[in-house]
């Protein structure tokens, strides 16, 4: 059966309460498109943790700031329809921007603390568009899981406080970063780099690492943290927006000295004009 692409919010949740009405399972893969094998991992997590999956395609204009790639994001949805039913995918939610944010629309989720630092504070107002939209996706598509990738850690952090907080009844699963051989994380931003650029990019997970083991070994947090800011400005990085470690779940700063505490790694930091993100668990 070829899958099928749904454009409205109404036909979304006519095939839903169909699978329902048979006893199915659902869970909901939320992506903006020009999919690669990570978007597909959550797919195929997707699969396992409920018998349909349904995958959303939405570049979502909310969620971009004014000098950001909104108009210049690569889009391809026939491409990205036919990886999705190769990988198993039952359904694509695919709508326009009015389905989404019909004339009038005037309401904002903010999910404050965890939304704040890092990419709240490079971005302004990014987390709010994520919040505002996997709050409608969720509601619209009231699925038993949804899967978010641990690429975008601080939008996982945030996505999971967000259904805590609302109480939704969905559970939040968390799929493992994809990477290429080389390390760099599997990006539909990487489409952008130029050769000499995807050449320098996997420096990012190896800064990323470095400091994860200086973390380990006990050491110096912040010795770690500018070296490997100068690590990344040597490699060709240009405006770097932050390297940093921070406790796992609220994303606070660390205490000072040793701690038991979940930490993460993340960084975000400029090859040319693309804007790569990544993160790691020490
Ligand atoms: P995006 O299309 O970039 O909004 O991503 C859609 C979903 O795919 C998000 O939950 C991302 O965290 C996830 N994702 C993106 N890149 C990867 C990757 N390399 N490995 C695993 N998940 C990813």
Redesign the pocket.
């Known amino acids: 059966m070829t899958m099928p692409i749904l454009r409205t919010v109404k036909d979304l949740r006519a095939q839903i309460a169909a699978w329902r009405a048979t006893g199915e399972t659902i869970g909901l893969v ?4 020009a999919l ?1 094998e ?2 597909l ?2 797919v195929t997590l997707a699969k396992v943790r409920a018998s349909r999956a349904v995958a959303t395609l939405f570049v979502n204009p909310t969620q971009f700031g004014p000098n950001e790639d909104l108009s210049r994001y690569p889009r391809d949805e026939a491409g990205d329809a036919a990886k999705l039913a190769g990988a198993g995918c039952d359904a694509l939610f695919a709508p326009g921007v009015d389905e989404v944010y019909p004339p009038g629309f005037s309401t904002t989720i903010c999910v404050s603390g965890v939304s704040e630092p890092l990419d709240g504070a490079a971005r302004p107002g990014h987390f709010a568009g994520v919040a505002t939209v996997v709050a409608k996706l969720l509601i619209a598509a009231a699925p038993d899981i949804a899967v ?5 850690y601080q ?2 952090q945030v996505i999971k406080r967000l259904v805590i907080d609302l109480a939704l009844p969905v559970e939040i699963i968390a ?5 290429a051989e080389d390390g760099l ?4 931003r990487n489409a952008y780099l130029s050769e000499a650029e995807r050449t320098a990019a996997p420096a990012l997970h190896r800064a990323l690492q470095a400091i994860a083991q200086t973390v380990m070994n006990g050491g110096q947090i912040e010795a770690a943290e500018a070296a490997a800011i100068h690590t990344l400005k040597s490699a060709g990085f240009g405006l770097i927006d932050y390297v940093e470690v921070r406790q796992a779940e609220t994303l606070a700063r660390l205490g000072p000295g040793p701690s038991d505490e979940p930490a993460r790694v993340l960084a975000a930091a400029f090859l040319g004009r693309t804007r790569l993100i990544d993160n790691i668990a020490v």
Do not use: V
């Open positions: 939320p992506t903006m498109g690669h990570g978007h991992s959550l978010f990738g641990e690429k975008d939008q996982l799929g493992p970063t994809r990477r994380a599997l990006s539909s």
